[in-house]
């Protein structure tokens, strides 16, 4: 096999790739790639003013990277593309690898990126241009009825993005979020609560080191890969995954035992998340006016994450 232009060997990265996973296997999965920051946009967003009525105009880098995407199963017969969206600093592609390849995902992704760099340095006369940041984000579709809630979230990327160009605060107060038959406080960036890959991170002193390290690799994987993690952080091997995840640029729902005051804002690190888009707080006070945290506070706090995790599942 001819080895394409600006081919780079790959080195998988253990804490993007899913450890427990082969990614030569049959299986549907979300990638994203970015675009390096000295790269053009690859589209812009139109209809802002309309967030509902939004679409991505594309450049043409845009427009050559949707080609390679689209040409790809005629390079390689086992995959199928469900849907894919190119978006200005980045595209997601739903891809289904419908029998066992060769092939591993990765050599697949960066062949697509291979080939679309070579021809945008070509297009825009530039042959050092580096059109994509290393490496691609995988999200594993595992759960029933995970598919259609992917697939729409794709398509809703530029409704999210007009939302976010028209309205850039992250630092939302929101004084009624329902979930479920009841309402809360929370304050940041509320579209946390719509992404696809929510997953609650609960340690629970039964659980022996294989569990745990079972759990840690999974909730790890999440956070590198664009997913949320939900939970009060109770625990101190809690705060440690969140700690770690946090290096990862992981994204999360932080579940507070604290009441908001009228003028409450985050402060220190939470206010840098919120400021970053990676933060939703929500509160959930005790029913009394006890300021120790009981152990049922923490199993109602826990349910509530629980819940959260379910809504778009």
Known sequence: MTTPPFYKEIIHNNKRRAPWHDYHSRRIYMVTVTKAPQAPIFGKVININNPTCAKIELTTCGKIILDEITSTPS????????????????????????????????????????????????????????VFEEGFNDRIITRRGQLDTVYNYINQNPYRLAVRLAFPNFFQRINRLKIGNNYYQAYGNVQLIDNPFKEQVIVHRADNEEQRFRNRSHWLYAAANGGVLVSPFISKDEKTIKSEAEMLKGK??????????????????????????????????????????????????NHLAERIVMMTQ
């Open 252 to 301: 999360f729902i932080l579940i507070t035992p604290e009441k908001f005051p009228d003028r409450y804002k985050p402060t220190g690190h939470n206010f840098q998340l919120c400021e970053q888009g990676r933060l939703l707080i929500i509160s959930y006070p005790s029913l009394d006016s006890t300021t120790l945290l009981s152990r049922k506070h923490c199993i109602d706090m």
């Open 75 to 130: 390079h390689n017969s086992e995959i199928k593309i469900l849907n894919t969206i190119i978006m200005p600093d980045h595209f997601h592609v739903l891809l289904f690898v419908t029998q066992p390849m060769r092939r591993h995902l990765g050599e697949v992704i960066q062949a697509i990126k291979s080939a679309s760099t070579s021809k945008i340095r070509t297009k825009l006369n530039n042959k050092d241009l580096t």
